[in-house]
């Protein structure tokens, strides 16, 4: 039986954090990627191997191609090919109108958000599908609700990078849906992590709740059990889906 291989972009903090030890309690070899952060994925590594797994941390900027390439590299030789790629990273600034974002903003916001993911998933899918020689595996790509509402008033910009990231995931998951590729995403609803003191609103999620059907926000554990549901032989026949956590929403 071929070893799990798992890699979670953004995997240090918040959602990507507990889809890494989740994964590592599921028996996958788990690279965590992450930024600047090193601190934060050695603790979610060690968490890992304190629980008897196995993982690795691997500083690389999704919005520079030879860093992707060099974090693939790595997980080759010290883990094994991926069968599981998470694209979890992504990143929003300071809330404001469109009419007040610069070019250079929604550069480092599209790149990040929608280039990063799309190399990534080639990466993935070059070491995955059998049109290449590969055993198969599993894409989930994280999304968010606000490709769907827009985000109007506080960053159109991020919304519109996820509204990339479902495209993506349908068209991919059609593309290679013979070669024994999955490709799915999770659509979280607001969530009680750091992303929004990005933003410059640490409290969203308290402010906004009462919009919610369930009248709260999310946990990450909430949407890791729905990342690692995707990457299971339990959605076997799952594939260019939308997953939406919101709460109703």
């Known amino acids: 039986m071929r070893r799990k291989v798992m890699i979670v972009t953004g ?3 918040g959602i990507g954090a507990e889809i890494s030890k989740l994964g590592g309690i599921d028996g996958y070899a788990v690279c965590i990627n ?3 952060n090193k601190a934060a994925a050695d603790a979610v590594v060690d968490s890992i191997r304190q629980a008897g797994g196995v993982a690795i941390a691997v500083a690389a900027d999704m919005a520079v191609e030879t860093d992707i390439l060099r974090m693939f590299e790595t997980v080759d030789s010290e883990l094994g090919t991926v069968t599981a790629m998470v694209n979890n990273a992504g990143i929003l600034e300071q809330q404001m109108r469109v009419d007040q974002m610069d070019a250079a903003r929604m550069q480092r916001i599209f790149t990040t958000n929608i280039v990063g993911s799309f190399l990534c998933a080639r990466e993935a ?8 020689g590969g055993a198969g ?25 996820k509204g990339a990231i479902d495209t993506m995931t349908i068209g991919l998951a059609k593309e290679v849906a013979t070669e024994g ?37 999310g946990q990450p554990i909430e949407i890791a059990q729905a990342v690692l549901w995707l990457l299971s032989d339990q959605a076997s026949y799952t594939t260019g889906t939308l997953l939406d956590v919101t709460g109703g929403r």
């Not at 899918?125 to 290449?132: C, G, P, W, Y």
């Not at 769907?148 to 919304?159: K, L």
């Open 181 to 217: 590729i999955r490709v799915n995403a999770v659509r979280p609803g607001v969530i009680y992590t750091e992303i929004h003191a990005s933003g410059g609103e640490p409290g969203r999620v308290d402010r906004v709740k009462a919009g919610v059907p369930m009248q709260r926000g």
């Open 137 to 161: 595996g599993a894409i989930v790509n994280v999304s968010s609700v606000a490709a769907r509402t827009g985000g109007p008033g506080e960053y159109v910009d991020y919304a519109a990078s």
């Open 11 to 13: 995997g240090s903090r």
């Open 34 to 36: 992450y930024l600047h």
């Open 125 to 132: 899918v070059r070491r995955m599908s059998t049109l290449h």
